[in-house]
């Protein structure tokens, strides 16, 4: 019975949260280069809130800007999060692969994306009495996201709604010991070239003499 | 082309050259003159003030004490410098300085220029307390404070001191240039609320009704009061505990512990306050020395009540924004340490940080207007304090006491700080147009000065210029002020193209119905793919 483009398969999903991401696993559908373009513009709302929200909404400390840490925040949780969902749940009979988990993840968050964006245009009309509204639309997305997050977890991986909820929270603790091995493994080579540096300083100086 | 290279070359050079020694040449304070921006950070900026002169005893005629001739001799031995002045205060009526020169157990009067006009040992009258057999003078014993004030109620000139080592405060008529006559004495009041052993008065603050507020060594229920017939009517505006983390830990821990354990356990007290000053208005402005966030300076009204409270939802900050600093000058770590606090005639408010050294200048609504003075280590230098004990205004001048160097610092208003304080009265005022031409000449000095562009915006917004507004408050990064601009903006906008965006919306309907009307006909604009594609 379904038979969509891909965009057409993306909407499906997004306003059928119920059975949606089940079509999705039937029909064997969802794109890897949407799911990517979609962490890409993950990436760009992250931008565009810091950088374009109307100026009376807009509490970033200007003087300085660093991509780095948006990057992080967008694209790295991200993929922290495939990565640490499909080890966890490789482990307790999940069925969904590496590919559907980033697929399925990337789906999900597209309301939390395009109500971010209304939410940044928005800021630019609105003075700081109607904050309400943006809010709402924030707040609006994130729910959204959230309940399509919990599906398309359950699609993947065919869990029960309680066995999702718990791998997901797990999942989050994951992400958290992924970052903080990554960060010691990153500060510990930090120290290797620290001191492998200052080996060669150390020779140069002897050989100048 | 190399040729006008070269001669660029040379250019450059000549002008860096002629930069450096200017830079030299120039006499400057003792100090790097800085403000803070919208995000707290400081910046550096004008001098507001600077070093006009140090006034030693020397310099105010203080050995007119040591010699027989002059009506102010005391005897050959006086001491002719201050020594530890504790307090001094200024009194706008006659433009006269009172000093409590506290370790010579004197006060010393002073006219305009900071010339000696009369000095006071003691206080004659009906009194038991430290009585020198000689002059029959009851004599003050390291007075700490002092207030000086015409009584409206007989008309006499009227002195106040906190006359610390001996446990009292005197109210004494001043009679001549040497001698003062006792009105009454404030001591310890024998009443049960009161419940510290001591009585020891450090500051002293007298309202329109003659109530006399003394701050009181060790007692942290505020200050005591006393009404104009001397009796003890209360505590007047205490500071609160600040909520940390070990007070509401041991809050937790006294719930469950038994009455032994409480027993042993450290009150929680909140602090008491170092100093205070009375305005026109009769508002009473305390300063409190611990640096702590709640309470640190107050503006009480009559009732005791502080109105500039932040946790009602205010921002008020005073002081060094930093917190806990480390100098590198002077190797040490800075806590902010409010001592005195003085509000001028002008209603501008100051705030001395005995840490640093530094005077920290307010306007009414506690903007920072500028900070000026400092601490180093060597403190030599004019401009730089060692142990700075007080600050008075008078005029546009501002007067810091040092207790360690012993000399009054008199630093006049710059050009600068001439601007800005004009611009500042009009703001406060809500003359905000007629600020403007201050405001620019402020800007023309120091770009960075914030709240100049506050107020071009402000005036901007008066005149209805909403753009421009918005592009000031945009450079101050004024959030609240440019919304109200953004509001009235946003408003304009709609009015002048009402007409424009109706007609939009209504084609907008009339195409979507049009696209409905087709659509049910079986015609399509743009062909679908996918719905056919079965």
């Known amino acids: 019975m379904y038979e969509f483009t891909t965009m057409g398969w993306l909407k499906h999903v997004i306003f059928h949260p119920v059975e949606g991401f089940e079509d999705l696993r039937w029909k064997k559908q969802g794109s890897m280069k949407v799911a990517l373009v979609i962490v890409f513009l993950l990436f760009v709302y992250m931008v565009a809130d810091r950088q374009l929200t109307g100026f009376q909404f807009n509490d970033a400390y200007v003087k300085v800007f660093n991509v780095v840490p948006l990057i992080v925040q967008s694209v790295v949780y991200f993929f922290t999060w495939v990565i640490a969902n499909w080890a966890l749940c490789t482990l307790f009979d999940g069925e969904g692969t590496l590919k559907k988990i980033c697929v399925y993840s990337a789906y999900a968050l597209v309301p939390f994306i395009v109500c971010g964006f209304i939410g940044v245009l928005m800021s630019n009309v609105l003075v700081q009495e109607e904050s309400i509204w943006l809010t709402a639309i924030n707040w609006l997305g994130i729910g959204w996201s959230v309940v399509l997050m919990i599906q398309a977890m359950r699609a993947a991986h065919q869990y029960s709604f309680g066995k999702t909820i718990v791998s997901m929270i797990f999942t989050v603790v994951a992400m958290l010991l992924i970052l903080f091995l990554a960060i010691l493994l990153l500060s510990l080579f930090q120290q290797v070239y620290v001191f492998g540096y200052s080996i060669y300083t150390e020779i140069a100086y002897r050989i100048r003499g | 082309m190399k040729n006008s290279l070269k001669k660029l070359l040379a250019l450059s050079m000549a002008a860096v050259t002629a930069m450096t020694m200017s830079v030299t040449a120039f006499a400057d304070e003792p100090y790097n003159s800085y403000n ?39 005897s050959e031995t006086a001491v002719t410098t201050l020594d530890g002045a504790m307090d001094f205060f200024v009194d706008d009526e006659r433009n006269e300085f009172w000093v409590a020169d506290s370790e010579n157990n004197r006060i010393l009067r002073l006219n305009e220029d900071l010339e000696i006009i009369g000095r006071y040992y003691g206080v004659s009258g009906d009194s038991e307390i430290n009585v020198d057999e000689t002059t029959g003078l009851s004599n003050f014993m390291n007075p700490y404070g002092l207030y000086v004030t015409t009584s409206p109620f007989t008309g006499d000139l009227t002195l106040y001191v906190a006359d610390y080592d001996n446990s009292r405060v005197v109210k004494a008529k001043v009679v001549s240039e040497t001698e003062c006559e006792l009105i009454h004495e404030y001591t310890r009041p024998e009443e049960a609320l009161y419940t510290s052993q001591t009585f020891n008065p450090t500051k002293i603050v007298v309202d329109q009704a003659e109530n006399v507020y003394a701050v009181v060594q060790s007692v942290n229920t505020g200050s005591v009061q006393f009404a104009r017939d001397g009796s003890f009517t209360g505590f007047y505006g205490a500071n609160r505990v600040e909520v940390t983390a070990a007070v509401i830990a041991q809050r937790l821990w006294r719930t469950i512990a038994s009455n032994e354990q409480i027993a042993g356990m450290t009150r929680n007290v909140p602090v008491e306050y170092a100093n205070f000053d009375i305005d026109e208005d009769g508002f009473i402005y305390t300063v409190t020395e611990v640096s702590t966030s709640t309470d640190a300076v107050k503006k009480l009204n009559p009732a005791g009540y502080n109105i500039w409270d932040n946790e009602v939802g205010n921002e008020y900050t005073f002081g060094d924004l930093s917190g806990n600093v480390w100098d590198s000058t002077t190797n040490t770590l800075h806590a902010t340490r409010l001592t005195d606090i003085v509000i001028g005639n002008n209603g501008l408010i100051n705030i001395l940080d005995y840490e640093t050294g530094r005077v920290f200048q307010y306007d009414r609504n506690c903007n920072l207007i500028c900070i000026f003075g400092t601490k180093n280590s060597t403190s030599d230098q004019r401009g730089s304090f060692s142990n700075p004990n007080a600050v008075e205004a008078l005029g546009n001048n501002i007067y810091v006491l040092d207790g360690g160097k012993n000399d009054i610092t008199v630093f006049t208003e710059t050009t600068f700080g001439s601007y800005v304080h004009s611009a500042f009265e009009y703001y406060d005022e809500g003359r905000y147009s007629d600020a403007k031409a201050d405001w620019e000449e402020v800007i023309k000095r120091d770009g960075n000065y914030t709240m100049a562009y506050i107020g071009l915006g402000r005036a901007a917004l008066n005149d209805g210029e909403y753009s421009e507004a918005l592009e000031y408050f945009e450079t101050a990064y004024d959030q609240d002020n440019y919304d109200k601009a953004f509001e009235y903006t946003r408003e304009e906008f709609l009015r002048e193209n009402f007409t424009i965006i109706i007609v939009i919306i209504l084609v907008l309907i009339i195409w979507f119905i049009v696209l409905k009307i087709i659509h049910k006909k079986g015609i399509y604009l743009i062909k679908k793919k996918a719905k056919e594609g079965k």
């Open chain 2, 36 to 74: 803070y921006d919208t995000w707290e950070d400081a910046i550096p900026s004008q001098s507001g003030y600077r070093v006009e002169r140090t006034v030693t005893g020397e310099e105010m005629g203080l050995d007119r004490l040591t010699d027989p001739e002059d009506p102010l001799f005391v």
